[in-house]
């Protein structure tokens, strides 16, 4: 009989796939499915709602589980009620405690089916079920004749308060109870899970180590299975004579159900508890669409028994791996009809896109044909408007530094205090009216963009400045040396720019400090900075032939002048011009007018920077590892050392090494294999370690000498001669005054 209706089953659902290939339509009723717990059993029966819902594309299904939790039941009831369903499905968890949810879904028109458990409540559309009195009566039959009249029986109950409980125990029940050979031992309250079966059955045994039991009736197959494991423990403790036998009621198929239970022996029986979710959703149908329907719908079930327990399962093994197919199939069928749909949609689409796809493309080719004639209208514009206010900057601050600086150094000399107060209230009339002049010029020539923030970057410019003036003033206190002209060899600064002027007023308060080069324009500044290498470069920006951001670029891409510091004067005081200086390469940029403290601080600063980094570079190595130093890769080479100029020494070692045993090797030599003369090259390494070229070659022949020494049998004459030196005698020397040891201690040392 379990045969036929699961063929009839698959039947259906092929019947259900084939109409849903045919067409799609709107979800028509809505039905909400509210389950007591979740578990295997209920989970098949969920899986067969869906099955039976292919056959029925009108019909959208809302399942929810309360796993066991009055309250959570009824609050889920009350969501799929206010959700808007069409029809409720509900599994009671307890008789009584339900009820009002339902009641609330009848009253509001919606119906109910009740399945599998009963209710206390009387309104409700239908119920659909087993007879779970007449399990309990047929499962005491069995229990009856298995144990032939006599012998101990222990009854682990359902939930409590649960119809299926309350009436499988009853007829349980009455028939032992007409059986007096029987007895019931022991009655124990459990709510369908293992786990609770199996603490509440190894409690008892504890305290009823010598009441034997025949017999252990599970009222679900899961509590029948909690009860053989306390009793198994039992077993190995000592606590039991025997094991009982043990049966249950649901008689799932698969893995771990049931049917499989009682074939491997670990049930005497079990008692298939029908799911049947394909009537459940039929009758569900019938009730929306107005059909006639029962009332009382009561499930036909079967006894599970070791003689048709393989039958049985193989049968529902065939059936799930069929339904697992159909599930399949109807997947693919759907994704096929969904395809199909999207194609029509989408050719569709495609027509109307392409019309829109080409007035978009008319319309797209418009705006950037426009765009592109504003933008560049709107670049031209401002390109003019930045020349304009760079060549105005340049005209009016120009001669402004001339009048501002000049009076601000008449202002501090010792000739000034003695003249007349007529004359000092004269000169004091000028400075105020300069001063204003240069803020007011200041102002008409601040850029649209940077007339909102002019006042505070105008001071926190003046701040700065201020800032660097008195930190060269501490830096010329606390370092003696490098502010103080007699105390040690003054650096070369070149000054390019085109006005004479404004070299000689630089001139005026630089010379003292450095000695000085002068170009009035790009071009030759580029000769001179190749040629003469100077430690700082100051240059303005607006110039003939080549301007400074022309130059200052030059002078950082030539290997010979990369490493020289540059500052740019200019009157082009824009964040956009400052910006266009910074990339250029420019160490530093000072607008015009400016203070001569000011050039003097960046001036002192940046030179005074260089030589931190050189000190860093010479003060923790010694002469023979910054030698070693120049062999490294640019990737590791020292963090004094920036890597451009870290690859020109990488260079220069490796032109050394070509020729550590050619005795006739000069700076010359060296210099024109790097394509550079003997000044450029001596100043260049001479700014970049401390130490000169031939210090660099020195230390380089020693290096290799002692190597020669640590690895071959060569005489210290012959390791002398092999590395460049032209008397054994002078490799010696050196070679004690570098290593602290003589070449041939050195090799009875090793």
């Known amino acids: 009989m379990q045969k036929k209706k699961d063929l009839h089953l698959i039947i259906f659902i092929i019947g259900a796939l084939l109409l849903s290939a045919c067409s799609e339509s709107e979800k028509k009723y809505r039905i909400g499915v509210s389950q007591c717990s979740e578990d295997i059993w209920r989970e098949k029966q969920n899986s067969e709602l869906r099955m039976a819902a292919y056959f029925h594309e009108d019909v959208d299904l809302h399942f929810a589980a309360a796993y066991d939790s009055d309250e959570r039941q009824v609050q889920q009831i009350d969501s799929l009620v206010n959700l808007g369903i069409d029809l409720l499905i509900v599994a009671p968890n307890q008789v009584s405690t339900i009820s009002p949810a339902i009641d609330r879904a009848y009253d509001k028109g919606i119906p109910v089916i009740v399945f599998e458990r009963k209710t206390s409540s009387k309104k409700y559309t239908a119920f659909m079920g087993a007879d779970n009195h007449e399990m309990g009566s047929l499962m005491g039959d069995y229990i009856v004749g298995r144990l032939k009249g006599h012998g101990k029986v222990m009854e682990v109950m359902g939930l409590n308060g649960s119809s299926p409980a309350i009436e499988r125990h009853n007829g349980f029940r ?5 059986n007096p050979g029987l007895e019931i031992v022991a009655t124990l309250q459990g709510d369908w899970t293992e786990p609770t079966a199996y603490g509440i059955v190894k409690q008892w045994l504890q305290t009823h180590k010598d009441t034997p039991v025949d017999l252990v009736f599970g009222m679900n197959d899961r509590s029948a299975m909690g009860a053989r494991k306390a009793f198994m423990e039992a077993i190995e403790d000592g606590n039991t004579p025997q094991l009982p036998l043990f049966c249950g009621i649901d008689g799932l198929p698969g893995k771990h159900g049931g049917i499989q239970l009682v074939r491997d022996s670990l049930l005497a029986a079990s008692y298939i508890y029908p799911t049947h979710g394909d009537q459940l959703l039929q009758l569900a149908i019938d009730i929306l669409d107005g059909k006639p329907y029962e009332k009382e719908t009561r499930l036909m079930s079967a006894l599970v028994t070791h003689d048709n327990a393989r039958v049985l399962q193989m049968e529902s093994e065939e059936v799930m791996r069929q339904s697992q197919y159909l599930e399949q199939l109807n997947q693919r069928v759907s994704g096929y009809l969904q395809q199909l749909a999207n194609q029509r949609t989408l050719t569709l689409l495609a027509v109307a896109m392409l019309l829109l796809l080409l007035l978009l493309m008319v319309g797209v080719y418009m705006y950037q044909r426009q765009r592109t004639r504003i933008g560049k209208e709107r670049r031209r514009l401002e390109r003019e408007q930045l020349d304009f206010y760079a060549q105005v900057s340049h005209e009016l601050r120009t001669p402004l530094t001339l009048i501002e600086g000049p009076l601000a150094r008449l202002a501090e000399m010792d000739d000034m205090r003695q003249i007349g107060d007529e004359s000092a209230n004269l000169f004091a009339i000028v400075r105020r009216n300069t001063h204003q002049l240069t803020q007011l010029i200041n102002k008409l020539l601040e850029g649209p963009g940077d007339n909102r923030t002019g006042r505070k970057e105008e001071g926190k410019k003046k701040l700065s400045e201020k800032k660097a003036t008195d930190s060269t003033a501490k830096a010329e206190t606390s370092q003696p040396k490098l502010s103080t002209p007699n105390a040690r060899q003054k650096e070369l600064i070149l000054i390019v720019d085109d006005n004479a002027d404004i070299r000689a007023y630089l001139r005026s308060f630089l010379q003292d400090r450095y000695r000085l080069l002068e170009a009035e324009d790009g071009k030759k500044g580029c000769e001179l900075a190749q040629n003469e290498v100077p430690d700082l470069i100051v240059s303005d920006v607006m110039m003939p032939v080549m301007n400074g951001l022309q130059f200052c670029q030059k002078v950082k891409e030539d290997v010979v ?21 910074y990339k250029s390469g420019a160490d530093a940029y000072i607008t015009k007018p400016f203070a001569p403290d000011v050039l003097l601080a960046r001036i002192e600063n940046l030179i005074h920077s260089r030589k931190v980094l050189k000190q860093l570079f010479t003060s923790n190595m010694s002469t023979t590892e910054q030698a070693q130093a120049t062999t490294i890769s640019v990737q590791t080479a020292p963090a004094a050392i920036p890597p451009q100029e870290s690859a020109f020494l990488v260079r ?36 970049l370690t401390g130490q000169t070229p031939v210090e660099q070659l020195r230390t380089a022949r020693l290096i290799k000498g002692r190597q020669l020494l640590e690895t071959t049998d060569k005489t210290v004459a012959e390791v002398a001669y092999s590395v460049g030196f032209t008397a054994p005698s002078y490799f010696a020397k050196c070679f004690k005054d570098e290593f602290g040891v003589s070449p041939s201690e050195f090799g009875k040392r090793e």
């Open 174 to 178: 009455e028939t032992v109870g007409r």
């Open 652 to 687: 220069f070692r490796k032109v050394v090494e070509t020729q550590l045993s050619n005795s006739d090797l000069s700076v010359e030599d060296i210099g024109s294999e790097m394509g550079l003369s003997r000044v450029q090259l001596y100043r260049k390494i001479k700014a």
């Open 561 to 581: 002048t990369s490493h020289i510091p540059v500052i740019l004067l200019t009157a082009r005081a824009l964040s956009a011009h400052q910006i266009e200086g």
